[in-house]
């Protein structure tokens, strides 16, 4: 069974930052993308930023230059640091891992979710 857990969500005022994990647990043969999504209210789940295990990452338009995500591999963790924040930035933001745990096929696995609102 594998988990992950996402923590360092809240209320924070426009221009703000905030920095949020999401660690991975259980059993776990090998972490191939991690990434951070997010579903603002009304609207679809949309992909924020994700890295591969090689550290490679890519962006959302809406977030280049304001947020970097980044990952520990040693932790199973990835984090998603996120600056210059904007009340368009409001949303439950869920953290997404491609894990291999008792064999070798690899599958999506999702956290719970975390809020972020940002006021004006």
């Known amino acids: 069974q594998v988990q992950l857990v996402e923590s360092g969500g809240g209320l924070v005022q426009a221009g703000g930052s905030l920095r949020l994990s999401c660690a991975a647990s259980?059993?776990?043969?090998?972490?191939?993308?991690m990434g951070w999504y997010r579903q603002p209210p009304g609207k679809q789940r949309e992909l924020v930023a994700r890295i591969t295990s090689g550290s490679a990452t890519n962006y959302a338009d809406s977030v280049k230059g304001r947020f970097t995500i980044s990952r520990d591999n040693a932790k199973n963790t990835v984090y998603l640091q996120m600056n210059s924040l904007k009340p368009e930035d409001t949303a439950v933001y869920y953290c997404n891992a491609n894990i291999a745990s008792r064999s070798w096929y690899f599958s999506d696995y999702w956290g719970q979710g975390t809020q972020v609102t940002v006021s004006s």
């Open positions: 259980g059993t776990i043969l090998s972490i191939n993308v």
